[in-house]
């Protein structure tokens, strides 16, 4: 400390005690309103407040833990808040006193603040290092906003006796702006964080109380024989956890299904809003269904069956009763992505629906809870609108969708295609039998046969799996007789109208064509 009295020095000054704590306070605001903030993208559990809350809850004794719920019931989280908000201010309070004669010590405060922050969040259950962000910029923007409302703090000479009444000069009305602004950016912060963040709460909690309703038409049995029963060859129904996912979302939309609503409009008689309780009390519909993504390439993995249920879209579009003259439904999400599906997929007698569920559960949320379309026969990007909450009947002449917007073709409908599974290009394999394995799809028209042609031989029928229905793929095997030395494999399906294409053609602007082949070194 400098000597008090020394003549040299600038006279002492001093700021107001009751606005270094303020100053205080208002950055620690700042730093759980960004913290609140940035945790939107993190995940909830890494919001400073949260995480060090659940740890102070998972490192309470036992003894506290039975208190508070036996004192405080189901309200003992809101009481844990308060009282940690309250600790925080008077800690934050000191950290602005402090700062307010040394900005070294009140700085040390907010960082180890920080640090605690960041330690109780990297230390929840599966935190990655992004768990640490949250923590990491609101200590950053609270030592930014400290230090500028220090810099702005009022001061007085220490012993230059009272003042005069009412020393409300300029230099104190800017201070007390700047805090202003400060409190509005941590509140801002702080319910921006909240309120998006518990409507994905919300979303996850409804999801996981939830019990789906029987469907009123189950799925027609699988025959035992869908999987041909080679290994390497991908599952016939593809577990949730693997199907692949394709969206623009960059956060995960929540939506509560308690708030869901359909809401179907356009050129139809009568508009129709669809509620949540409204949807699963209609008679559901259960399908096994192959989704596949325009941009797979020949041979690629965007795509995968499942047991969807759901209600046929057609059912609510027969209460809109759409009017003559339209010929396209604009399904668009929570997120404001589209889609524009023929009107005629969704009203004949396919299995298009308004999906709640995937594989006897609720969706997940990646997958579109509470509800998606799927529609068998048609690429995901004009038909397969995840987190869907409006239905605009029109037509393909008065409006477009997200991806026919950006180029791509405005009617998506499924080629037919195959894929060699097994054994991978560029194996080495044995002389003798080689068995080759794969899968083929030609949604809502069928396999109706494979052939595989190895090197520029002859085209050889191979052995289908069993049938699981033509919304489905089908699987299949070959038992070449391989012959030493370097070969290409390649295999093509067909539907009702014939083989598949080989003309190669990219995923732009309707989907790839060609055969997928192999090379392999038979020894
Ligand atoms: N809301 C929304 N729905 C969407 C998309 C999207 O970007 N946003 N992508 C579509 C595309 S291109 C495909 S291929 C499928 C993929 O569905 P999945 O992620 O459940 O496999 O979702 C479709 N539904
Ligand atoms: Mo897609």
Redesign the pocket.
């Known amino acids: 400390m400098t000597v008090a009295g020394s003549t040299a020095a600038p006279p002492r000054t001093r700021a107001p005690v009751g606005l270094g704590a303020l100053a205080g306070v208002v950055a620690g605001l700042v730093t759980v309103g960004v913290g609140s903030l940035v945790s939107l993208f993190t995940g909830a559990a890494s919001d400073p407040l949260t995480a060090v809350g659940a740890a102070f809850v998972d490192a309470t004794p036992p003894w506290l833990k039975e208190f508070a719920t036996s004192t405080f019931g189901t309200a003992d989280k809101t009481v844990l808040r308060i009282g940690e908000a309250l600790v925080l201010a008077l800690l934050a309070a000191t950290a602005g006193i402090l700062a307010a004669r040394r900005w070294a010590w009140g700085a040390t405060v907010v960082v180890l603040l920080g640090a605690v922050a960041l330690a109780a969040a990297l230390g929840r259950p599966g935190a990655t290092w992004t768990a640490a962000l949250p923590s990491l910029l609101g200590t950053i923007a609270g030592l930014v906003t400290l230090q500028s409302l220090v810099a702005r703090l009022p001061r007085r000479a220490e012993d230059a006796g009272p003042q005069p009444a009412g020393s409300s000069g300029p230099d104190r009305r800017a201070f007390l702006q700047a805090s202003a602004i400060g409190v509005a950016v941590g509140l801002v912060g702080l319910a921006a964080g909240r309120l998006l963040g518990a409507a994905g709460r919300a979303a996850t909690a409804a999801r996981a109380a939830l019990h789906l309703p029987a469907p009123k038409v189950p799925a027609p049995p699988v025959p035992a024989g869908v999987d041909v029963g080679v290994e390497g060859v991908d599952p016939w129904a593809t577990p949730p956890d693997d ?7 960059l956060v995960v ?1 929540q939506v509560d299904p308690n708030t869901w609503k359909l809401r179907v409009h356009g050129l139809v008689e009568h508009e129709v809003e669809l509620t949540w309780a409204e949807l699963l009390a209609s008679d559901l519909v259960e399908a096994w269904v192959t ?5 797979n390439p020949v041979g690629g993995d ?1 795509v ?1 069956n499942q047991r969807w249920l759901g209600l046929p879209v057609r059912e609510v579009l027969a209460r809109a009763r759409p009017t003559a003259g339209a010929d396209m439904v604009l399904s668009r ?3 404001g ?1 589209t ?1 524009s599906t023929p009107l005629e997929a969704l009203t004949d007698d396919r299995n298009a629906l308004l999906a709640v569920g995937m594989d006897g559960e609720p969706l997940p949320l ?3 809870f509470p509800v ?2 799927v529609v068998p026969g048609l ?3 004009v ?6 909450v409006d239905l605009e009947v029109t037509r393909f002449a008065d409006a477009t969708a ?2 026919t917007d950006r180029g791509w073709s405005q009617r998506g409908p499924v080629k037919t295609q195959s894929r060699i599974e097994v054994p991978s290009t560029g194996a080495h394999v044995d002389a003798g039998t080689v068995v080759v394995a794969g899968t083929s799809w030609a949604q809502h028209r069928g396999i109706t046969r494979v052939q595989v042609q190895v090197d520029d031989g002859a085209w050889d029928d191979v052995t289908l799996a069993d049938d699981g229905g033509i919304d489905s793929w089908r699987q299949w095997r070959y038992d070449w007789p391989a012959t030493s030395g370097e070969h290409t494999v390649r295999v093509r399906a067909f539907d009702p109208d014939g083989p598949q294409t080989g003309a190669q053609a990219d995923v732009v602007p309707d989907g790839a064509t060609g055969y997928d082949e192999i090379s392999v070194e038979v020894r």
Do not use: N, Q
């Open positions: 199907f692949y996912r394709i969206d623009t979302a939309p989704l596949a993504c325009v941009s965007l995968g999400s929570a997120d992505w889609a990646v997958h579109g998606r379309m690429y995901g990007y038909s397969a609108t995840k987190w869907v997200y991806w």
